[in-house]
């Protein structure tokens, strides 16, 4: 698998499915599609993707691979618990309604649990929650919301007989007052035009193979898309190292603050 044959892939994905891994680093990335393929008998990129373009669940199969979709309710419960108990009630005393966007939502875990915390923190009030993912197939899983006790390992007992309702394969399903509050699009972050006015945005656990250009481009995007006193909450290997040169406040550790006017 040579250097040109990886250009004619990314090509072709792109022109496919508007992934640009131009703007992925490319050694992590190259290195994570190396190890799909060598299971498979193709020697190349280009035959694993005109085969794989052939087999409508093979290559649904193969973008969920290439999107990393791991996630799970309250992931990282530490976070969530200043998320639950400091960011959300200091967003409510500005704002008693709140529009918040779980951006790269895979499976749909992260905003059912804002779902979950909005219906808790403010009952009867009218939130939008917009869940984004560039995975077209993963945002139907989502839709669908139906779990692994796995995927809420991390959520209290009570919430779980509470919110979830048992099937009879032994998987948890999302009830539907939780799910009717949350609205799911498709969007690429690292092409998509970004929308404004929100009060908090979380992206967790998606960067981990974008560029540093990308990464820098994508936060000084979310920063544009917040209100002022609005809250970015990224995952905890994923600091911003250039967060005040684009213009963020620390709130907390891993909470970064679009300040306030004057």
């Given amino acids: 698998m040579d250097d040109k044959d990886w250009e004619i892939f990314k090509q072709q994905l792109n022109r496919k499915t508007g992934i640009d891994l131009q703007l992925y680093k490319e050694q992590q990335m190259r290195r994570r599609i190396n190890n799909l393929i060598q299971k498979t008998p193709f020697k190349s990129y280009t035959t694993f993707f005109d085969d794989a373009v052939r087999d409508k669940k093979k290559f649904a199969d193969f973008i969920e691979y290439l999107t990393i979709n791991v996630s799970e309710f309250f992931r990282n419960p530490d976070k969530f618990d200043i998320l639950e108990n400091d960011v959300v009630p200091y967003l409510l005393k500005r704002s008693e309604s709140l529009n918040i966007w779980s951006a790269g939502c895979s499976i749909g875990a992260e905003p059912y649990t804002l779902s979950i915390i909005m219906k808790e923190q403010a009952p009867g009030k009218r939130h939008r929650i917009l869940a984004s993912d560039l995975d077209i197939e993963i945002i139907a899983k ?14 209290r007992p009570d919430r779980k007989v509470k919110y979830f309702t048992k099937t009879s394969d032994g998987k948890f399903a999302i009830k539907p007052e939780i799910k ?16 404004t006015n929100f009060d908090l945005i979380l992206c967790r656990n998606v960067v981990i193979y974008f560029t540093d250009e990308a990464k820098a481009q994508l936060y000084t995007n979310f920063f544009k898309s917040l209100k002022p006193g609005g809250i970015l909450f990224v995952g905890g290997t994923e600091s911003i190292s250039n967060a005040r040169q684009i213009g963020y406040t620390t709130y907390k550790p891993f909470f970064y603050q679009r300040p306030e006017i004057g």
């Avoid at 989502?142 to 959520?155: L, R």
């Avoid at 799911?184 to 972050?189: A, V």
């Fill in 142 to 155: 989502a839709k669908k919301g139906i779990y692994t006790a796995d995927e809420i390992k991390a959520m």
């Fill in 180 to 195: 009717m509050a949350v609205d799911f699009k498709r969007h690429n972050l690292l092409k998509d035009r970004f929308e």
